[in-house]
């Protein structure tokens, strides 16, 4: 798929736990570890939305499209 989610490296520059960004979220961290693995088919906007608010950053920095 050509888009990469970089969850992981939003992770280490905030220097933020998997478990911390679960409970700041309110999604489990099996669902976010599934997200960082990018296994998922689909992300709704409002997960998006809190992961965005919670590492302050830009859903690019999250989401990355490559050919």
Same mark, same amino acid.
């Given at each position: 798929m050509p888009i990469i989610v970089n969850l992981d490296v939003m992770l280490a520059k905030r220097k933020m736990k998997l478990k911390e960004l679960s409970e700041k979220v309110g999604v489990s961290?099996?669902? #976010?570890?599934i997200l960082k693995q990018g296994?998922?088919?689909a992300i709704r906007f409002s997960t998006l939305n809190a992961?965005? #608010?919670t590492l302050n950053c830009q859903p690019g920095d999250i989401l990355e499209y490559v050919e």
């Amino acid at each position: 798929m050509p888009i990469i989610v970089n969850l992981d490296v939003m992770l280490a520059k905030r220097k933020m736990k998997l478990k911390e960004l679960s409970e700041k979220v309110g999604v489990s961290t099996v669902n #976010l570890s599934i997200l960082k693995q990018g296994k998922v088919k689909a992300i709704r906007f409002s997960t998006l939305n809190a992961i965005c #608010l919670t590492l302050n950053c830009q859903p690019g920095d999250i989401l990355e499209y490559v050919e």
